[in-house]
C-alpha cells in the first residue's frame, strides 16, 4: 500500500508541477484560491482510499468479469500490432466515455448518485487541484462502471493502463484554470472552458462528457456559454473531513 500512495503523492506533484505555472500564465485568476487544504486532502487521502476500495472491493469484481469476456483479445486477427494498438486504445477510450457520460447524466438525476457527485460539484473555483475533489464512493463506483466494458471487450492490460492514464490526465486538463484559443480542434476535444460550463452554478446542466465534446452535441446536452460562477447554491462544508460526510445529509438532485 505504501507503494500505491508513493505513486499517487508523485502523480500529484507532477500534475502541480506542469499546470500550476501554465495556470499562472494563461489562467482566469478569479479570485483567491480557497479550499486548498480540502482538495489536497482529496488529492492524497481521497485517492489512497479509493487504492483500498479498488483492493478490497472493485478490483475484485472487476477481475471476476474477465472470465466472462472472449476467449481471446479483441483485434488479434488483425496482423499489424500498430495498427492493433490504435483500434485498442481508440475504442476503449470511445466506450469509457460513452460509460462515463451515460453514468454522469444519471449522477445528476438520481438523488443517490447526486449526493455523492454533489462533492464534486462544491468546488467553488476550477484548476487543476479541483480535479481530485471527488467522493472515494463515487470514484470506485465510476471505476467500476467506466471499466467492466473493457475488460468483458477484452481489451489488453496495456492498452488499458494507457486509456486510464490518458483519462485521468484529461481530467486534470479540463479542471485546469486555462484560458485556450477556440479553434475546430475543440469540437473534437474537450477544453476547460467546455467542462468548466458544467459546473456552472447558474443555467441548466450541461456538456456531461469529459474529452469528446460531440457527445453532448449528439445527444443534445452541449452548450457553448462559458461559464462565471462556480459550486452550489447552497453552502457546503469547507473541510475534506465536512465534504467527505456531505453525501449523507440530505441534498435535492440539481
Known amino acids: 500500500m505504501s507503494g500505491g500512495l508513493e505513486r499517487i503523492l508523485v502523480f500529484v506533484a507532477l500534475a502541480g508541477l506542469a499546470f500550476a505555472p501554465l495556470e499562472h500564465l494563461f489562467g482566469h485568476h478569479r479570485g483567491p484560491r480557497r479550499d486548498r487544504l480540502a482538495d489536497l486532502g482529496f488529492a492524497t487521502v481521497g485517492e489512497l482510499l479509493v487504492q483500498l476500495g479498488m483492493v478490497g472491493l472493485v478490483g475484485v469484481l472487476l477481475a471476476g468479469l474477465d472470465g466472462l469476456g472472449p476467449d481471446g483479445l479483441l ?12 483500434l485498442e486504445i481508440g475504442t476503449g477510450l470511445l466506450v469509457f466515455e460513452l460509460m462515463g457520460y451515460a453514468y454522469h447524466r444519471a449522477a445528476h438525476r438520481v438523488p443517490a448518485l447526486w449526493r455523492l457527485h454533489a462533492v464534486h460539484h462544491s468546488a467553488e473555483h ?23 466494458p473493457l475488460v468483458l471487450l477484452g481489451i489488453p492490460l496495456g492498452s488499458h493502463a494507457l486509456v486510464l492514464l ?47 465534446p460531440w457527445i453532448d452535441r449528439a445527444f443534445g446536452t452541449h452548450d457553448a456559454t462559458e461559464a462565471e460562477r462556480f459550486g452550489l447554491r447552497e453552502a ?9 460526510l456531505l453525501p449523507f445529509g440530505r441534498r435535492s438532485v440539481s
Open 75 to 86: 483485434f488479434e486477427e488483425l496482423g499489424s500490432r500498430g495498427l492493433r494498438s490504435v
Open 236 to 244: 457546503t462544508p469547507r473541510s475534506f473531513v465536512g465534504l467527505l
Open 166 to 212: 490518458l483519462v485521468r490526465l484529461n481530467t486534470v486538463f479540463v479542471h485546469a484554470d486555462l484560458r485556450l484559443p477556440r479553434g475546430r480542434w475543440s469540437e473534437l476535444v474537450a477544453t476547460p472552458r467546455f467542462h468548466h460550463r458544467h459546473h456552472a452554478r447558474d443555467g441548466a446542466v450541461a456538456n456531461y462528457a469529459s474529452m469528446f
Open 126 to 148: 476550477m484548476d487543476w487541484l479541483a480535479s481530485f475533489r471527488q467522493h472515494p464512493l463515487e470514484t470506485l463506483a465510476m471505476t467500476f462502471v467506466q471499466n467492466a
